[in-house]
Antibody, heavy 125, light 107 residues
Framework: EVQLVESGGGSVQPGGSLRLSCAASGFTFSTHWMSWVRQAPVRGLEWVANINPGGSDKRYVDSVRGRFTISRDSAKNSLSLQMDSLRAEDTAVYYC??????????????????WGQGTLVTVSS | AIRMTQSPSSLSASTGDRVTITCRASQGISTYLAWYQQKPGKAPKLLIYAASALQSGVPSRFSGSGSGTDFTLSISSLQSEDFASYYCQHYYSYPWTFGQGTKVEIK
């Protein structure tokens, strides 16, 4: 059974840092892209970052580039998100999600087929 | 960034009704679209990928269609467990973006 369990959320002041972790099990972690997706009450779902299976290709939404760093440890089946220079607008539930590839005549499709339960990050003074 | 616009933002329906939700992309995205269902306090759940492919384990009353800029998610006969919010999401290019969501409520 695929499981993704996030941890590390909490309350932090603006300008502070937080590190989120996601423990993965039940699948071959080293063969999947992985993602962080967040959901703020006002702004709905927002894709935050992706990392490829080898960890060499990382993509970010513009609003977090330069402040957040996604990483993975395939030996520990673990995904991380280091969040620095946090802002009030980063307040959200952060989900870890597995990305699965599917190929058809249109090319490669990528979609989030498993999600963790989420961890709440609150940035407030 | 490609903007995804869903309509309606909310709808009221009864059990047994056919429900259709639309999603429009601000530019063509071929069939690079997924649909998710989310219930309060829970993580989203994948329903459809590649615009029309049904995820394993998802009931066949759910279907997706469309290509280019216009897409639809249909529920052929609404069940009590289908009252939830639904989101479309493209993966055509970075940044991947979601629609604002459609909340399906009980009439």
């Amino acid at each position: 059974e695929v499981q993704l369990v996030e941890s590390g959320g909490g309350s932090v002041q603006p300008g502070g840092s937080l590190r989120l972790s996601c423990a993965a099990s039940g699948f071959t972690f080293s063969t999947h892209w992985m993602s962080w997706v967040r959901q703020a009450p006002v702004r709905g779902l927002e894709w935050v970052a992706n990392i490829n299976p080898g960890g060499s290709d990382k993509r970010y939404v513009d609003s977090v580039r330069g402040r957040f760093t996604i990483s993975r440890d395939s030996a520990k089946n673990s995904l991380s998100l280091q969040m620095d220079s946090l802002r009030a607008e980063d307040t959200a539930v952060y989900y870890c999600a597995r990305v699965t590839q599917y190929y058809d005549s249109n090319g490669y499709h990528y979609y989030f087929d498993y999600w963790g339960q989420g961890t709440l990050v609150t940035v407030s003074s | 960034a490609i903007r995804m616009t869903q309509s309606p933002s909310s709808l009221s329906a009864s059990t047994g009704d056919r429900v259709t939700i639309t999603c429009r992309a601000s530019q063509g995205i071929s069939t690079y679209l997924a649909w998710y269902q989310q219930k309060p306090g829970k993580a989203p759940k994948l329903l459809i990928y590649a615009a029309s492919a049904l995820q394993s384990g998802v009931p066949s009353r759910f279907s997706g269609s469309g290509s280019g800029t216009d897409f639809t998610l249909s529920i052929s006969s609404l069940q009590s467990e289908d009252f939830a919010s639904y989101y479309c999401q493209h993966y055509y290019s970075y940044p991947w973006t979601f629609g604002q969501g459609t909340k399906v409520e009980i009439k």
